[in-house]
């Protein structure tokens, strides 16, 4: 509920700290570490932050949900129950629902809700704290990402100064937001985004939008995109290439 928006942030939080989402110095890199998320509908309205940085040798970490999650071409979730019920973050703020600036990352089995209110879902490589400026081996999986649709947010962002490789999305729904995904950078760059079944479908404005910087690699393995405001894809300048 609403009253316990407050609770939730300080718990939400101390959980992935508590879990190592925020302790990279575990090696060798192959320890795992994992926080599960309980079913219902969990509101909070402040930043989640995993914003520590292994240099390479930290642990891998996982968070996930109690489901699979996967949105039709519609604007109802087809939500797939593996057992109980649906883990649903739904984040009530004025930022970002989940900030990420680490290595060695699985995130996956939930749905991350938004308001109009929100600047955006997921950001990838935050740069807004200095310090590490890379977010590499990345796992999004069987999740979906939707309601971010203020004027200018978006579903998931590169940061356009941080330096993103090898991540890749397996089964990720990008669903009514403003923008779906965004990957326009300035002095930081992408290396191999891999994109497995994922849907950029009902955004505001555009589906996937890459404008300027260094782009590497985007790959596209049986996207959809559909109804999307302006563009279902917009490529503009940037070097690299494209692959769908």
């Not at 999650?69 to 930022?95: N, R």
């Not at 937001?177 to 965004?182: E, G, H, L, P, T």
Request: glycine share 14%.
């Amino acid at each position: 509920s609403a009253g316990n928006e407050a609770v939730n942030n300080i718990a939400l939080q101390a959980a992935i700290d508590a879990a190592g989402g925020n302790d990279y110095t575990v090696t060798p890199r192959y320890e795992q570490r994992r926080l599960l998320l309980p079913p219902g509908v969990i509101r909070y309205s402040a930043e989640l932050k995993l914003l520590s940085n292994s240099g390479g040798g930290g642990a891998m970490f996982t968070m996930e949900g109690v489901c699979g999650i996967f949105y039709e071409a519609s604007s109802e979730p087809d939500l797939m129950t593996l057992g109980g019920g649906v883990t649903t973050l739904y984040y009530t703020g004025t930022g970002i629902a989940l900030n990420l600036r680490t290595t060695s990352l699985n995130i996956g089995k939930f749905l991350l809700q938004g308001t109009t209110s929100a600047t955006g879902g997921v950001k990838m490589g935050d740069k807004s704290g200095g310090g590490a400026t890379s977010a590499q081996d990345y796992h999004f999986y069987d999740m979906a990402i939707t309601g971010f649709r203020k004027t200018g947010g978006y579903g998931l962002i590169y940061d356009p100064q941080s330096n993103n490789s090898f991540s890749v999305f397996d089964r990720v729904s990008f669903n009514w937001n403003y923008d779906n995904v965004v990957a326009t950078f300035t002095t930081g760059f992408s290396t191999v985004q891999r994109y497995n079944n994922c849907k950029f479908q009902f955004a505001t404005r555009y589906g996937f939008w890459s404008d300027g910087g260094t782009v590497h690699t985007f790959e596209f393995f049986s996207p959809l995109f559909q109804h999307n405001g302006a563009d279902a894809i917009k490529f503009k300048e940037g070097s690299g290439a494209y692959t769908m």
